[in-house]
């Protein structure tokens, strides 16, 4: 038995790109031969989205070597009614308090979307559970780390179905399979033994999901995270110190390889002191980002050559080398000092 999870795809006509990383992923099944996707909450940005592509993905869902498993999340728990099609090998998992899908050894346990108590729900998933099967959980629900911000669950203010490791703990389920959090692939160990995830969104959906996007894939050697060559976000950053100019822009141009213009907006922020020339090193950036139609430079450094002539500052510099344990620390915020007094003189 081999499945693919994801979740918080956010399809959306405004959105192409999500639609494409969906079409990766059903590539991924054909590629892995799947048996099952599972998708936990909000394959749809909302309803109305959902009502404008049911045509679109009706297609995608047709067809397929592998069923699809969905639930609703909070963004689209109105869009599966039984009028519905969204293609032959689609099955929205819809019923309250959870769904039933026994499938080659396997039990999957599906809670669509809701605002209640995940604790009034543990004794009847408990029993839900099947000991003489692989038993899956899946929710939409926020797990209630301190940790874990706002931020990482798309921006969303309110927390939905919170749950805990305690109180999944012990229920009797292999994989505890989730959706809502969209910052990137979280794996946890409970001390049951079960593995519960987050995948993260396939597709980032704002600058805010960093890095390249996931799914997971379960087979019999457990779970783990696969690639997918789908739109994301990614922030490098670097701090020059005077004297390290060559060494960042050698571990920029590695650092740019990962990560490639066709499927990732980048951006590029450098900080710091330089002894080269603004001029110069803005060119030498240009260069090495040339051709990459979604990098973005962010150039916040400075050059430091006024600086170094001061005399001043070649005293206070002269005198903070002699033995002083934080050197660094002080030689970065005496350059920061002598940048704002040269500014204001200006």
């Keep these: 038995m081999k499945i ?21 992923i059903l590539q991924h099944g054909r590629d892995e031969n799947i048996d099952l996707l599972l998708v936990a909450g909000d394959l749809f940005d909302d309803d109305h989205q959902a009502e404008l592509l049911r045509g679109t993905v009706r297609g995608l869902f047709s067809n397929l070597p592998f069923q699809v498993l969905v639930i609703p999340g909070n963004h689209d728990q109105r869009a599966f ?3 519905s099609f969204y293609g032959t090998e689609f099955r929205a998992l819809t019923a309250r308090p959870y769904s039933l899908v026994d499938i080659n050894g396997w039990r999957i346990v599906a809670v669509p979307y809701g605002e209640g108590s995940f604790v009034s729900l543990r004794e009847d998933l408990r029993q839900a559970a099947d000991p003489d099967k692989k038993n899956i959980l899946m929710l939409h629900c926020s797990w209630s780390l301190p940790h874990y911000t706002n931020e990482d669950y798309g921006g969303e203010d309110l927390r939905y179905l919170p749950v805990t490791e305690a109180t999944l703990t012990g229920l009797g389920y292999d994989y505890i399979l989730a959706g809502h959090f969209h910052a990137s692939y979280r794996q946890r160990i409970l001390p049951c033994g079960g593995v519960f995830v987050y ?44 004297t390290n100019t060559e060494a960042i822009l050698d571990q920029l141009a590695r650092e740019l390889t990962p990560h490639p213009d066709e499927y990732c907006n980048l951006t590029v922020r450098l900080r710091g002191y330089t002894r080269e020339k603004e001029t110069l090193l803005q060119a030498r950036l240009d260069q090495l980002l040339r051709g990459r139609a979604n990098t973005h430079l962010e150039p916040l450094f400075r050059g430091a050559g006024q600086i170094f002539a001061d005399p001043l500052y070649q005293r206070i510099s002269q005198r903070m080398g002699q033995g002083e344990e934080n050197s ?4 970065s915020m005496l350059l920061d000092a002598f940048s704002q007094v040269l500014a204001e003189e200006k």
Excluded at 4 to 24: F, Q
Excluded at 200 to 222: C, F, H, K, M, Y
Excluded at 328 to 331: F, I, R, S
Aim: charged share 25%.
């Design 81 to 83: 009614s039984e009028e």
């Design 199 to 242: 995948p993260g969104s396939p597709v980032s959906i704002t600058t805010r999901e960093q890095g390249r996007r996931a799914v997971n894939l379960i087979d019999a050697n457990g779970c783990r995270p696969l690639l997918l060559d789908s739109w994301y976000y990614q922030t490098l950053e670097y701090v020059l110190k005077v």
């Design 4 to 24: 693919l999870h994801t979740a918080d795809i956010h399809l959306s006509n405004d959105h192409p790109r999500r639609l494409e990383a969906l079409g990766k």
């Design 328 to 331: 660094e620390l002080m030689e």
